[in-house]
Nanobody, 125 residues
Framework: VQLQASGGGLVQAGGSLRLSCAAS????????VGWFRQALGKEREFVAA????????NYADSVKGRFTISRDNIKNTVYLQMNSLKPEDTAVYYC???????????????????WGQGTLVTVSS
């Protein structure tokens, strides 16, 4: 399975970006998908996750109300709509395919087995 994250770029604070995560070699359908990010010099952290059906979503407190995760199982793509971006959102964003279809109440990177290469989001102040 290969995951391709795209949509990153440079945006001013308050702006928006939409990231996409497309899978090849295996369908997303039936599995949860998560977004994580890693800022320079920091550990990778959870951002958002969505269950196989899209009926369950989980967000980090730092992005609640600003980011929205969604999926299109026909297109085999998961999206992360990011609004009201802040400089502290600057990071490389990764998507990952879970082992299961459900979303854990307490996110754990070990719940995900396939990872994309990441896309850089830079938010200027």
């Amino acid at each position: 399975v290969q995951l391709q994250a795209s949509g990153g770029g440079l945006v001013q604070a308050g702006g928006s970006l939409r990231l996409s995560c497309a899978a090849s070699g295996r369908t997303f359908s039936g599995y949860a998908v998560g977004w994580f990010r890693q800022a320079l010099g920091k550990e990778r952290e959870f951002v958002a996750a969505i269950s196989w059906s899209g009926g369950s979503r989980n967000y980090a407190d730092s992005v609640k109300g600003r980011f929205t995760i969604s999926r299109d199982n026909i297109k085999n793509t998961v999206y992360l709509q990011m609004n009201s971006l802040k400089p502290e959102d600057t990071a490389v964003y990764y998507c990952a395919l879970g082992y299961r279809g459900t979303v854990a109440i307490v996110p754990n990177q070990n719940d995900y087995r396939y990872w994309g290469q990441g896309t850089l989001v830079t938010v200027s102040s």
